[in-house]
């Protein structure tokens, strides 16, 4: 996913994008156990997933990699994450305003009907440098497994 920083220590990767949506998995680790007793995954690491996906899903929308910032997340844990399963994190960007970004999205094991957490996002746009979606693309399906 990452070549370096947290999603890259935590072992976050790429699983499928569309149009405005985006999906990543976080394999199981028990380095990122929060309870060795139960082997239940500890809270940021899921934290540090739907940031991701939300962010990323937003880039998909626009068509621009670009600067942002996470002005307001809000995680909502319905359940414990399975001790030993991949999670994944899908995330969409269901909004766009000039200067704002509006995403939703869920983390789970097997469907997002049946959520471990959900999400909700804004986000605003910071100006800067914007590379090209398909040059952030290539780079992102090139930490595929």
Known sequence: MSKNGHNKLIGTRYHGHGDGWCE???????KLVTDTQSGIL????????????????????????????????????LKAATPGREIFGGAVCYKLGHELAFVRGCGYHDTPDDPIATSSAIFMFTGGPVI??????????????
């Open 24 to 30: 990543l998995a976080l394999p199981y680790d028990e």
């Open 42 to 77: 500890a809270s940021g690491p899921i934290f540090t997933l739907m940031d991701m996906a939300t962010s990323l899903s937003i880039w998909l929308k626009t068509g621009t990699f670009q600067p942002q910032a996470t002005l307001d997340l809000r995680i909502d844990y």
């Open 132 to 145: 090209a979606l398909d040059a952030a693309l290539s780079a992102l399906q090139e930490n595929r497994p």
